[in-house]
């Protein structure tokens, strides 16, 4: 099953059998906190099934979306590779099974099978360049460049964004107040660039660069 992860996909067979050897298998309820940020915990956790997002909060209790996972995504890496503290809050949004491999037998095993450590090296690099690119949307877009890059972004072939989304989904997810994002939804639908049906939102034609 670890083949269909990211982190573990080029690791061989032989390395992610003994990784799930190793591992627990947990099932959590929608809505379900996984980790609390600021947890001293060091497990690794591995999406089998559900959806989860990582959430960040200031101390109004104004939260910010920072990762959105599927299954076969990994989570909670950071803490797991160094024993520092939890860096966000990871809570279900629909039923989820995870894996949660532990940090104690996982160095055991690397320190016979190095090839491991290369798969997680990897896949750090490539979190760190999207995390990259989110922080210059951050810094150059405006709230109406970060929707219309989220809905680009996540559309299917057939224009669909698949996941129902609120509007205060979504503005947690780029940063932005559920107002600004209504207005600016309002307008693309009146445009005809965007529809929503059944809870999914479409997109009908390209989105203009500025609006």
Same mark, same amino acid.
């Given at each position: +099953?670890?083949?269909?992860?990211?982190?573990?996909?080029?690791?061989?067979?032989?390395?992610? @059998?003994? $990784?799930?050897?190793?591992?627990?298998?947990?099932?959590?309820?929608?809505?379900?906190?996984?980790?609390?940020?600021?947890? @001293?915990? =060091?497990? $690794?956790?591995?999406?089998?099934?559900?959806?989860?997002?990582?959430?960040?909060?200031? !101390?109004?209790?104004?939260?910010?979306?920072?990762?959105?996972?599927?299954?076969? =995504?990994?989570?909670?890496?950071?803490?797991?590779?160094?024993?520092?503290?939890?860096?966000?809050?990871?809570?279900?949004? !629909?039923?989820?099974?995870? +894996?949660?491999?532990?940090?104690?037998?996982?160095?055991?095993?690397?320190? =016979?099978?190095?090839?491991?450590?290369?798969?997680?090296?990897?896949?750090? &690099?490539?979190?760190?360049?999207?995390?990259?690119?989110?922080?210059? =949307?951050?810094?150059? &877009?405006?709230?109406?460049?970060?929707?219309?890059?989220?809905?680009?972004?996540?559309?299917?072939?057939?224009?669909?964004?698949?996941?129902?989304?609120?509007?205060?989904?979504?503005?947690?997810?780029?940063?932005?107040?559920?107002?600004?994002?209504?207005?600016?939804?309002?307008?693309?639908?009146?445009?005809?660039?965007?529809?929503?049906?059944?809870?999914?939102?479409? $997109?009908?034609?390209?989105?203009?660069?500025?609006?």
């Amino acid at each position: +099953m670890l083949e269909r992860v990211p982190m573990f996909a080029n690791i061989g067979q032989e390395s992610c @059998e003994a $990784l799930e050897y190793i591992a627990q298998r947990r099932q959590y309820r929608k809505n379900a906190v996984i980790i609390n940020e600021g947890d @001293e915990t =060091d497990n $690794l956790y591995v999406l089998l099934s559900g959806k989860a997002n990582a959430v960040r909060s200031d !101390v109004t209790g104004r939260q910010l979306v920072v990762s959105r996972f599927q299954p076969y =995504d990994c989570f909670g890496e950071m803490s797991f590779l160094d024993g520092n503290p939890r860096s966000a809050t990871i809570i279900t949004t !629909v039923p989820c099974e995870v +894996m949660v491999i532990p940090r104690r037998q996982f160095f055991t095993l690397v320190s =016979d099978q190095p090839a491991i450590a290369w798969g997680i090296i990897s896949f750090l &690099l490539a979190k760190l360049r999207l995390a990259t690119q989110q922080i210059t =949307d951050l810094a150059f &877009l405006d709230v109406y460049g970060r929707l219309a890059h989220f809905l680009t972004e996540n559309q299917n072939e057939s224009g669909i964004i698949e996941d129902k989304l609120t509007h205060q989904e979504i503005a947690d997810i780029i940063g932005a107040s559920r107002e600004t994002v209504t207005r600016i939804i309002s307008q693309l639908k009146e445009g005809d660039f965007i529809a929503q049906r059944s809870g999914q939102f479409s $997109l009908r034609r390209k989105l203009p660069y500025k609006f």
